[in-house]
């Protein structure tokens, strides 16, 4: 393997999932503009990530609302047997 005498840098943000995290890229290029004196706008980035977490909010909300729970009668005992609906 040749190595090339050319300076680089790697900048990773942790994210949580697999899934692309903007409030992740947010903060990775807050770094980049303390690293390199910059004024790169990440503001997209962080209302792109509210408008995602806003969804996800309202779809648990919804998750919790159809969710409903029903008995089995089974030998004179009632066996809990929760149902989620998604």
Do not use: W
Request: hydrophobic share 40%.
């Amino acid at each position: 393997m040749h190595k090339k005498n050319i300076p680089a840098t790697c900048i990773l943000a942790e994210t949580l999932t697999q899934y692309p995290d903007p409030r992740a890229a947010a903060e990775a290029v807050q770094g980049l503009n303390k690293l390199l004196d910059m004024d790169i706008d990440y503001e997209p980035l962080l209302k792109e990530a509210q408008d995602i977490e806003s969804r996800l909010q309202k779809l648990a909300e919804e998750v919790t609302k159809k969710s409903s729970t029903t008995y089995l009668h089974v030998d004179s005992y009632f066996c809990y047997l929760p149902i989620f609906f998604l």
